[in-house]
């Protein structure tokens, strides 16, 4: 039986949707989650529920002692890192403990899962999946920070894909689009002092938008599971609007001007910024 991890298995997020259909495709799925108590339904499901919290190392270390002992000297198949966070933020106001925070939960965290079950990985010939977003590749104002954490993302598994190649790992990433999840679950406003509180109601309609639409969790882990299980390909692109994202980001690089910033400083009104106030 294949063997599967998935970190960040919270109730409405991807990786609790992923494990329920890696567990009906017959796999055993180790799911975890910073609350037990959170993830217990998944436990109904057959599903293995562990507490792991991936930016602290010493939960990390815990949880591969729980994990070797359950797997019994059976390597580990996959390796989902999917664990990580959001927050909405001007890129010069931004709280860096947040900052610091997220880039714990959506860089380091994974950096040391990976490094962690590498042994185990390399017992089974694995497959790491790096949950990442096209958000990575996108100029999306107000969110800086959690751009800069999936680029950065993205530049650790194309490089570990290239190191690991020759041991016979994988390491695959996947460009996220735009999935309805609880990912952003705090809700910032700009302070009537802020350089940008001109475009207050759109920021805070983009907040809104980025927690209530995109594709069902569900749906998102039923093409995740094809394009991971099913296929050899290093880069997967699934999630509302996705496609689109990997359609136009490849025309720019043909055309004498770039697409993306003028749409979203034209989406958010940003003319507005700087002007004069009545």
């Not at 990912?183 to 983009?206: Q, R």
């Amino acid at each position: 039986m294949k063997t599967a991890i998935i970190t960040g298995c919270s109730p409405g997020g991807i990786g609790h949707a992923l494990a329920l259909e890696l567990k009906h495709r017959g796999l055993r799925v180790f799911a975890t989650g910073r609350s037990l108590e959170k993830i217990s339904d998944l436990k109904k499901s057959g599903i293995e529920c562990l507490s792991l919290t991936v930016d602290e190392p010493a939960s990390v270390a815990a949880f591969r002692e729980e994990v070797v002992k359950l797997l019994g000297g059976q390597g580990l198949d996959y390796l989902f890192n999917n664990a990580g966070m959001a927050a909405f933020r001007p890129a010069t106001e931004s709280d860096l403990g947040v900052c610091k925070t997220m880039f714990g939960a959506n860089v380091f965290g994974v950096i040391d899962m990976c490094q962690t079950f590498l042994p185990s990985l390399l017992a089974a010939k694995g497959v790491i999946v790096n949950v990442g977003s096209v958000a990575g590749h996108l100029p999306l104002p107000f969110m800086s920070n959690y751009c800069a954490s999936k680029a950065a993302l993205h530049a650790y598994s194309e490089c570990m894909r290239v190191e690991l190649a020759p041991l016979g790992v994988r390491a695959v990433y996947v460009m996220t689009g735009n999935v309805k999840t609880n990912t952003v679950n705090v809700k910032y406003h700009l302070e009537e002092g802020s350089l940008w509180y001109p475009v207050k109601e759109n920021y805070e309609k983009e907040q809104e938008k980025a927690a209530t639409t995109g594709m069902a969790p569900a749906a998102f882990a039923v093409q995740l599971a094809d394009q991971t299980l099913n296929s050899r390909r290093d880069t997967v692109w699934v999630g509302e609007g996705a496609l689109m994202t990997r359609i136009i980001s490849g025309l720019e690089n043909y055309l004498p001007f770039k697409l993306w910033p003028a749409a979203f400083s034209h989406g958010y009104g940003m003319k507005r910024i700087g002007a004069p106030r009545n």
